[in-house]
């Protein structure tokens, strides 16, 4: 299905650059950055990876639809939407919570790819995860086919493993990335090399659910290598505040690396702190994984970022 394979994103568009902090001098280390956020404006970061498994799924069924869930300002929604709209598929969005009376700008621009929306109760939403309910949806769009909220289940995880081959793996003994769902890490997890240490940093306050979720879903010698860091949410999901908004103006200033205040500004600034603490020995090569998701910033009041 070259369709799915070649076109969709830009991949190409995926750069390693290394951060040029005075910072990391003085400590002896060195901070690489894959720039998923580069491959494509809507299609941003690691959502390309986790849908493209389901979408491909969903045309070898031959079904004409697909569904998925998400919140008013989801990379996922719209990841979603421009994915589907591209590969020729309708799409519906299952969003949490009542209608809003001014959509947000996600929403918005999910419908200009022809997503239709449809908003339940908070209480309802709580079920995207059942079977029956979603067989229920199924039914109602008429054989649509199921993404997994955030494109989590096996499939993401699968596509999520492919990311390891955009950079050179070898030179790295830390690869660093936020955790949502887990999907993320989970597939970059599948080809670690012996030495290396995965570090995930959460932006959710739930992190007890997530390791119990990681002891029982790993392999036992890999687990040794792949660690949750709490701390770093700055309050729990989408959460912020002025320092991460003061952070994230200073890195793009020295770095000109833009980022977003849900996922990937908490993970510089964790990974940022960590080395200012001394975490990483000497000689350590880090790799951050931008993942994208800079269109969430457009919820924030104009002025907040300088980018
Ligand atoms: C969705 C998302 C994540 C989280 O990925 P999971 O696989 O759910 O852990 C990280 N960064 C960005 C920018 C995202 O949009």
Redesign the pocket.
């Given at each position: 299905m070259n369709l799915l394979h070649d076109d969709i994103v830009n991949l190409s568009a995926a750069t390693v650059d290394a951060l040029s902090l005075t910072l990391l001098n003085e400590q002896q280390l060195r901070v690489d950055v894959l720039r998923l956020d580069k491959i494509d404006d809507f299609i941003?970061?690691?959502?390309w990876f986790?849908l493209k498994y389901y979408l491909e799924e969903a045309i070898a069924n031959k079904c004409a639809s697909i569904f998925t869930f998400g919140g008013a300002y989801s990379?996922?929604i719209i990841a979603t939407a421009c994915a589907a709209s591209r590969c020729g598929l309708r799409s519906i969005g299952i969003i949490r919570g009542e209608r809003p009376a001014v959509l947000s700008h996600t929403l918005i621009d999910a419908m200009k790819f022809g997503m239709e929306l449809q908003f339940i109760s908070r209480d309802q939403y709580s079920n995207r995860n059942n079977p029956a309910f979603i067989e229920e949806l199924s039914i109602k769009f008429e054989g649509a086919y199921c993404i997994a909220e955030?494109g989590?289940g096996l499939p993401g995880i699968r596509g999520?493993s492919e990311i390891t081959e955009l950079f050179e793996r070898r030179l790295y003994t830390h690869i660093i990335c936020?955790?949502?769902?887990?999907?993320?890490?989970e597939g970059l997890s599948f080809h670690l090399l012996p030495s290396q240490q995965l570090l995930g940093i959460p932006v959710l306050k739930g992190l007890n659910e997530l390791e119990k979720k990681w002891s029982a879903a790993t392999e036992s010698n890999v687990h040794d290598q792949i660690k949750l860091i709490p701390h770093y949410h700055f309050g729990g999901y989408a959460k912020n505040n002025n320092q991460l908004f003061s952070f994230m103006n200073e890195l793009y200033l020295h770095t000109g690396i833009p980022t977003?205040f849900?996922?990937?500004g908490k993970i510089f600034f964790g990974t940022i702190d960590l080395i200012k603490k001394g975490y990483f020995p000497k000689e350590s090569r880090l790799l951050i994984i931008h993942?994208?998701?800079l269109q969430g910033n457009g919820s924030l009041e104009q002025g907040t970022l300088i980018f």
């Open positions: 941003s970061g690691n959502k986790k990379n996922h955030g989590q999520a936020a955790v949502g769902t887990g999907t993320l890490l977003d849900v996922y990937t993942s994208g998701g």
